[in-house]
């Protein structure tokens, strides 16, 4: 099991037993990966397990990549090592995805991550995983196992969970009357979290304060002093 917010290796003894590969389960991966015979041999190694690769030779491509086809991208498969930069590096372009692709990072040590990316919830494999084990763990991760950007947003204004669940309920379209209705509270508290979001994100209005996550999220901010109130 991968606990949330934690990074950790992941090893063959961790995989139970293997899903289906009908055409209706099929994935996209998108693995970023400078050797292309590597990319070859794992482009041919998942197709019979229902993972279709699309390959990428480093930041550059791999960004014009997630830019064409993003939304239909279950998982990025990372190598760390790139001709054009480290693999974290493309984490927040992956973040600012709204279908939130998972990511799947090639590591065999803990220590060699950045500490961007602990801002994530990566799965770390080895290279040396069975085609059939890292399969398992793809579909799994495309389930999308990032930090969503409300996780983020929260965490960079200092919002506490019950501003946090009230911003995500509100950014997705549900009125702070239903929220009122659904949690079985008052109007007037439903407000005065949403009042106490508007302080905290410097926003007069939930209309502005979602603008302003629409705004972190389509510029992947929120990452060590990028973002400017």
């Known amino acids: 099991m991968i606990t949330q917010g934690v990074l950790q290796v992941v090893g063959s003894s961790s995989i139970g037993a293997e899903v289906g590969d009908g ?4 994935i996209r991966v998108l693995l970023v990966e400078h050797d292309q015979a590597c990319a070859r041999a794992y482009r041919c190694s998942l197709a019979p397990h229902g993972i279709d690769v699309v390959f990428a030779d480093g930041l550059a491509s791999a960004r014009r990549s997630l830019c064409d086809i993003g939304a239909s991208i279950g998982v990025v498969l990372l190598d760390l090592h790139l001709p054009d930069g480290r693999g974290e590096a493309l984490l927040s372009d992956i973040e600012a995805l709204s279908n939130q692709p998972g990511i799947v990072i090639f590591s065999d040590d ?40 409300v996780c983020r947003f929260a965490r960079h204004f200092g919002l506490t969970k019950r501003e946090s669940q009230i911003l995500e ?7 702070p009357k239903e ?30 304060v979602v603008a302003k996550l629409f705004q972190f999220s389509c510029n992947a901010l929120g990452h060590g002093g990028e973002h400017k109130d």
């Open 23 to 26: 055409e209706a389960s099929r």
């Open 110 to 149: 803990l220590d060699e991550i950045g500490p961007e990316a602990t801002l994530y919830r990566p799965v770390l494999v080895p290279k040396s995983l069975a085609p059939a084990a890292l399969a398992q763990i793809l579909r799994f991760a495309a389930t999308g196992y990032a930090h969503t950007t």
């Open 169 to 175: 309920r509100i950014a997705t379209g549900t009125s």
């Open 179 to 208: 929220i009122a209705s659904d949690d079985r509270c008052s109007m007037q508290a439903v407000y005065a979290h949403i009042a106490q979001i508007g302080r905290k994100t410097k926003c007069t209005g939930h209309q502005e």
